[in-house]
């Protein structure tokens, strides 16, 4: 079905952070799979793995315990804040099964009839009809009303607009069962976070039991250069959701989730692929690499090269970009609203040049390369990119 805009090329190959089409050209891909594949492409340890995995034992259901999930599970527990771990297929879905853990606790924990989850504006949490209720951003929902009842917004990172609307809820008794927010807003135009406003929305849900529920589908697995976005911010919250860059370019997702918030009973929530022998074998395999190619380090020197180089050329077109902003290996070059041109512009130019880019809405482009990214290779996509914005100046 017609349900995405593509560029007319076909990729038929990847090797580490190079993609080729079907004309044999070679792109940079710092799009990878949009913070997906976190080991790049045909990465020889997720080759190894997947293999044997494939000649051992690919799928099987969850009426039977599963080796691999349990090993994943284990590795996720040990860290992060989390006590345990509930596997699905993709982001949309983590997220659903954290709507339906926060109604839960909503009746059990609050005794709400009618729970409420508050969501900032711009968020993005995913395609499903609940998950994109919980999005704060109107454009995702025309035309496919009525929304999911039970979400509210406010303001990112606006601790007035937050207590505002916290207030106005509970005015008459407990209302909201769960905050659910994304550490830094990806697709929303890669906002980060404050510190301020994300301690004083944890003190203000833990003083009334109502649930922090972070979104870190694009932030999770060292994309920031910490594992969880949540130590950006320095708080931990009570449930946490994953996808992307967990799999390293195969489909899973996953909702973590503190003791206190483990309301999950037999017969609550499932799923037939969730959590196979393939898929935790790949995340075991992310989780790994991550680990013995100390991956995280690399993160920090290679985004704080990424910054200087997008800060030169943003000082190159000062009538053109306005800054640079992100973490880690998701940052974003921020584009003046009365620029000549948008970030799809920048986006398609940048195509031409041999990058791949991706857009978080009209005014950012993105870049969220592999985590294996090396020296060369930001040096190579900030070239790139600088030939991109020169054919659009010109
Ligand atoms: N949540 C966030 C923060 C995301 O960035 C995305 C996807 O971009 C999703 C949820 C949805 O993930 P998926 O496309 O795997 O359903």
């Known amino acids: 079905m017609g349900t995405y805009g593509r560029f007319p090329i076909t990729l038929v190959r990847g090797q580490g952070c190079w993609v080729r089409d079907h004309r044999g050209r070679r792109y940079l891909d710092a799009v990878a799979g949009i913070a997906t594949c976190t080991l790049g492409h045909s990465d020889p340890a997720m080759r190894r793995a997947l293999s044997q995995q494939l000649r051992r034992l690919q799928h099987v259901s969850n009426l039977y315990r599963i080796q691999e999930q349990e090993d994943l599970a284990r590795w996720l527990v040990d860290h992060s804040c989390a006590d345990s771990v509930f596997f699905c297929n993709s982001g949309a879905e983590a997220n659903e099964a954290a709507i339906k853990l926060a109604r839960k606790h909503g009746h059990t924990v609050r005794g709400i009839d009618r729970p409420v989850i508050l969501t900032a504006q711009s968020s993005f949490h995913g395609r499903t009809l609940a998950a994109v209720s919980a999005t704060g951003q109107p454009r995702y929902h025309a035309g496919f009303e009525p929304m999911v009842e039970g979400f509210e917004t406010f303001p990112y990172n606006d601790l007035h607009g937050f207590e505002a609307l916290l207030n106005r809820m509970e005015a008459n008794g407990p209302r909201v069962a769960a905050v659910l927010l994304e550490p830094l807003q990806g697709e929303g135009g890669v906002n980060p976070g404050t510190v301020d406003f994300f301690r004083a929305v944890r003190e203000h849900c833990s003083q009334r039991k109502i649930l922090l529920i972070l979104d870190e589908v694009q932030t999770g697995m060292g994309r920031t250069g910490c594992l969880w976005g949540y130590e950006q911010l320095g708080i931990e919250p009570d449930a946490f959701t994953l996808a992307k860059g967990l799999g390293g370019g195969h489909a899973i997702g996953a909702l973590l989730v503190q003791q206190h918030a483990d309301h999950f009973q037999p017969g609550d929530h499932a799923s037939t692929f969730g959590g196979n022998p393939f898929a935790c074998r790949a995340g075991l395999t992310v989780a790994r690499e991550l680990q013995r190619r100390h991956l995280l380090a690399n993160v920090d020197a290679r985004a704080e090269q990424l910054r200087t180089g997008l800060q030169t050329l943003v000082a190159r077109h000062p ?37 791949l880019l991706v857009a978080a809405g009209p005014q950012v482009v993105r870049m969220v390369p592999p985590l294996v990214i090396n020296r060369r290779e930001v040096t190579s996509l900030i070239r790139r990119l600088a030939a991109a914005l020169e054919s659009l100046q010109a």
């Not at 070059?333 to 940048?350: C, H, I, M, N, T």
């Open 319 to 355: 009538d053109q970009l306005s800054g640079v902003r992100g973490w880690g290996l998701l940052q974003g070059l921020v584009l003046r609203e009365e620029g000549s041109f948008q970030a799809a512009d920048v986006v398609k130019a940048a195509l031409d040049q041999g990058l």
